[in-house]
Nanobody, 115 residues
Framework: QVQLVESGGGLVQPGGSLRLSCAASGSRFSSYAMAWYRQAPGKTRELVARISAGGGTNYADSVKDRFAISRDNAKNTVYLQMNRLNPEDTAVYYC?????????WGQGTQVTVSS
């Protein structure tokens, strides 16, 4: 069983930055991939960024060059640094643990980009 707790969401003006954090419980954090998804009102949940156990990353085209995913295995935490935010980034952001045979979701954190 893995529990995920996100933090760092909030209200930010267009062009601003936020950093989301996701703390995972349990052991073996370093052995599985982690990801961030988001879901905007009226839209389906979409992958934002993913980081493998080995540190390889991939991003949605809409956030490339603006967002960066990273992990600190010593702290069992994955981060999402979001820069140059725009209103289209407004969504609930979810942390996701990919243990292949079993997957887990966090409760989500709201990010609102508005002036």
């Amino acid at each position: 069983q893995v529990q995920l707790v996100e933090s760092g969401g909030g209200l930010v003006q267009p062009g601003g930055s936020l950093r989301l954090s996701c703390a995972a419980s349990g052991s073996r954090f370093s052995s599985y991939a982690m990801a961030w998804y988001r879901q905007a009102p009226g839209k389906t949940r979409e992958l934002v960024a993913r980081i493998s156990a080995g540190g390889g990353t991939n991003y949605a085209d809409s956030v490339k060059d603006r967002f960066a995913i990273s992990r600190d295995n010593a702290k069992n935490t994955v981060y999402l640094q979001m820069n140059r935010l725009n209103p289209e980034d407004t969504a609930v952001y979810y942390c996701y643990a990919d243990l292949v045979l079993r997957n887990y979701w966090g409760q989500g954190t709201q990010v609102t980009v508005s002036s």
